[in-house]
C-alpha cells in the first residue's frame, strides 16, 4: 500500500502533529469501536468478539515486534506492565536510566528504595559507559519522550552483556514508525495509545526468560491462567505457562479499537512509515535551516514556539519547556509547511 492511498484511511481534519501525546484512529479502528459501542449500549449480544479482538491485537502486536503472540503480555499502561518486573530486582541492586527519563519507566524501580533498589540517573549519552558490574538493570526509552532522541541501543546492549545486566526499553515512543526486535532485550513495554493508534488503556510487554522466571505475577486473575473459564470459581491455582501468566483482564473497547489499528499498522508496513514519518520530520528541519536527523519527533527550543503553532492551527504538544512536534502516517507536506511558516518569523532552537 501506498502513503498515498494509506493516508485515505485517516479523516484527519486538523494539522496534527501530537501522536508523541495521543494518535488518531484510523476510519477502521474508529468503525470497529463504534460498533461495540453499539453493541454494548443495545445489548445485542456476548463479550466474545471483544475477548477475541484482545487476542488478536495481542497477535498483531508480536507480529510487529518480531515475536510470538504467545509470547506477549497484556496490560493497560507500562507501569503496571513493569510492576512485576520490579518485584524481581534483589534487595540492594543497582538500576541505572537516562536523566529525564518518562517516569512509567523509573517509578517501578524507584518504588522499591525500602530494599536497597537504587536507581542512578546519566545523561543519555553516557548510558553505555555508566554500565558497570554492579549494574542489575539498565532501563531505558527507545525514544525519548521530551526530545525524540533515539537511544544508542547497539552501545547499551553491548555494554550490558559485557556486565551481565538485564536490559529494559519503554518503546511507547517507538513501535510503529521505528522497527523493533523486542527479543534483543530482556524486557519491552509499550502503551498502545500513540503511534499505535489505539484506545487508551491498551499496552503490551515482552520479556525474556531470564527475567520472566524471576518475575511474580501479583496481578493474576481468571486472564492469568491456564483454561480462563474453568479458573472463575476455583481455588486452585493453574497459571498458564506462557506470557499471559502476567496478563489482566482485558480492557475490551481499547482491544477491540487496538486491534483494527494495528492491523492497519501491518498492511502498510512500519518500514514504509518509518521513511514517510522521519522524512516530514526533516522537511520540517530543512524548512527552519536545521541538519536532518533520523526521529519522528523533533523538539522546538522557542520560548513560544507552542503558542505560535497553536494560533496556526498546528496541533503539538509542550514537554521539558519545548514544544514537541510528531509526524505520523497521516501527516502531509501541509501540515508541516504550515508548521514552518508558523515559527520561520522568530528563529530558531531546535534540537
Given amino acids: 500500500m501506498d502513503l498515498h492511498s494509506a493516508q485515505a484511511l485517516w479523516d484527519v481534519e486538523t494539522a496534527w502533529l501530537n501522536t508523541a501525546q495521543y494518535g488518531l484512529a484510523p476510519r477502521a479502528s474508529a468503525r470497529a469501536l463504534t460498533d461495540a459501542v453499539a453493541v454494548w ?15 488478536l491485537a495481542k497477535e498483531r502486536f508480536g507480529r510487529l515486534v518480531g515475536v510470538a503472540g504467545s509470547e506477549v503480555t497484556q496490560g493497560a499502561s507500562v507501569s503496571q506492565l513493569l510492576g512485576p518486573a520490579g518485584l524481581a530486582v534483589p534487595d540492594g541492586a543497582r538500576v541505572l536510566a ?8 523509573l517509578y517501578p524501580w524507584s518504588v522499591h528504595a525500602d530494599r536497597g533498589v537504587k536507581v542512578s540517573t546519566v545523561p543519555l549519552g553516557e548510558l553505555a559507559a555508566s554500565i558497570d558490574s554492579s549494574t542489575w538493570l539498565v532501563t531505558f526509552s527507545l525514544v525519548q519522550s521530551a526530545t525524540g532522541e533515539i537511544a544508542p541501543v547497539e552501545e547499551i546492549l553491548a555494554a ?3 556486565h551481565g545486566a538485564l536490559v529494559c526499553v519503554d518503546a511507547t515512543q517507538a513501535v510503529g514508525w521505528l522497527p523493533v526486535e523486542a527479543d534483543r532485550f530482556d524486557a519491552l513495554v509499550c502503551a498502545c495509545y500513540k503511534w499505535l493508534m489505539a484506545p487508551r488503556g491498551l499496552s503490551f510487554g515482552y520479556f525474556s526468560p531470564r527475567l520472566r522466571d524471576r518475575m511474580r505475577p501479583v496481578s493474576a486473575g481468571p486472564n492469568a491462567t491456564a483454561d480462563i473459564a474453568a479458573s472463575f470459581y476455583s481455588d486452585e491455582m493453574r497459571l ?10 482485558p480492557n475490551w473497547f481499547a482491544a477491540v479499537g487496538g486491534a483494527a489499528s494495528l492491523g492497519t499498522v501491518l498492511d502498510i508496513g512500519v518500514e514504509r512509515i518509518h521513511d514517510h514519518d522521519v522524512a516530514m520530520a526533516n522537511r520540517f528541519r530543512e524548512g527552519l535551516g536545521l541538519p536532518p536527523g533520523d526521529s519522528a519527533i523533533v523538539s522546538v527550543g522557542l520560548p513560544d514556539a507552542g503558542e505560535r503553532l497553536r494560533a496556526a492551527g498546528v496541533w503539538v504538544s509542550e514537554r521539558a519547556g519545548q514544544a514537541r512536534l510528531a509526524f505520523h502516517v497521516y501527516t502531509t507536506t501541509e501540515h508541516v509547511d504550515r508548521a514552518v511558516a508558523a515559527l520561520r518569523r522568530s528563529g530558531t532552537g531546535v534540537s
Fill in 98 to 105: 537516562p536523566e529525564g527519563e518518562f517516569t512509567s519507566n
Fill in 160 to 162: 550490558a552483556r559485557r
Fill in 240 to 249: 498458564s505457562e506462557t506470557a499471559s501468566r502476567f496478563d489482566i483482564s
Fill in 41 to 55: 449500549r443495545h445489548g445485542r449480544g456476548g463479550p466474545e468478539a471483544w475477548g477475541a479482538a484482545s487476542v
